[in-house]
């Protein structure tokens, strides 16, 4: 029997495990030190494990921090996404100022997601990262908007459709701008911004 089939298995829900372990400390080291300034060494410390289990997981802190991101976004929009089957559909006002709302919950949000697009603007790698999630993100949108144009609206499918993607980079927009405002805003304005998205989304 050779070296390789004396290692033991490791089970999915242990480098589950581990991914978050990892993840929190990247997470931990980005709102301590911003993340132009954290290392992979940074984030191997605060995790306790050796640079090899790390490793493992993740070669870089870009793709690390990504990854991050694609899960909270991801979760987020499949719940977004879901909705439109229900019956009735919510509306945005109701259901984009619900995501909002899930989104700040998050220890990605908003200031590691600021961070990360910022550092994606110089980044070419980083920022094709970036552009290929927000175009998913974009999609969710769009999915949940034909959705309730369709039910709400009375809108035949392919109308429904054109009219979601004319919405959804606007309605993106206002998600982007709740992370930013959430960062830099100051006391209390998460609240005042949900309730301004929530108005101007009720006009939809």
């Known amino acids: 029997m050779g070296y390789r089939g004396l290692m033991p298995k490791v089970s999915e829900e242990h480098r589950a495990a581990m991914r978050e372990r990892i993840q929190a400390a990247a997470l931990a080291c980005v709102a301590d030190k ?6 992979m060494a940074d984030i191997i410390a605060e995790a306790g ?3 090899g289990a790390v490793y493992v997981y993740y ?3 870009e793709e690390l921090v990504v990854d991050v991101g694609r ?6 929009m499949t719940a977004l996404e879901q909705l439109g089957g229900h019956d009735p559909v919510p509306p945005p006002a109701e259901a984009v100022t619900a995501l909002m709302s899930g989104l700040a919950s998050t220890a990605f949000f908003p200031g ?7 550092e994606a603007v110089r980044n070419d790698e980083l920022g094709a990262i970036a552009r290929d ?10 999915h949940y908007l034909t959705a309730w ?14 009219e979601a993607r004319r919405l959804a980079p606007a309605v993106m927009g206002l998600i982007q701008g709740f992370a930013v405002q959430a960062a830099l ?10 309730e301004s998205a929530r108005a101007l989304l009720a006009s939809l």
């Open 149 to 162: 144009l369709a039910a709400s609206r009375g809108r035949a499918a392919d109308a429904a459709a054109s």
């Open 133 to 142: 999630i927000i175009a998913q993100i974009r999609a969710h949108i769009e």
């Open 185 to 194: 805003g100051g006391p209390g304005i998460e609240a005042r911004y949900v």
């Open 59 to 61: 070669r870089s802190k």
């Open 34 to 39: 911003g993340f132009s300034n954290v290392s």
């Open 71 to 76: 899960r909270v976004f991801g979760e987020r």
């Open 49 to 51: 494990l050796s640079a």
């Open 112 to 118: 590691v997601a600021v961070q990360v697009w910022g």
